[in-house]
């Protein structure tokens, strides 16, 4: 499941032209990039214990 996070103000800046990066762009790069790395996690994971239930009390 992926995070959504919408902030007002970084679209096209004036006269179409886009804005550099802001702090509000690099954190939804982190909260992707972490979704992402815990989708793969899942994966292996799952892999490793031999279920699709995944987790520490798995046996």
Do not use: K, N, W, Y
């Not at 992926?2 to 007002?8: F, G, K, L, N, S």
């Not at 550099?20 to 892999?47: G, K, Y």
Request: a neutral charge.
């Amino acid at each position: 499941m992926a995070t959504v996070i919408e902030v007002v103000g970084t679209g096209p800046g004036p006269r179409g032209r886009r804005r550099s990066p802001t702090i509000a762009d690099f954190f939804r790069t982190v909260v992707e990039q972490d979704s992402e790395r815990a989708a793969r996690r899942h994966q292996f994971l799952a892999e490793l214990s031999g279920t699709e239930e995944a987790g520490p009390a798995v046996s």
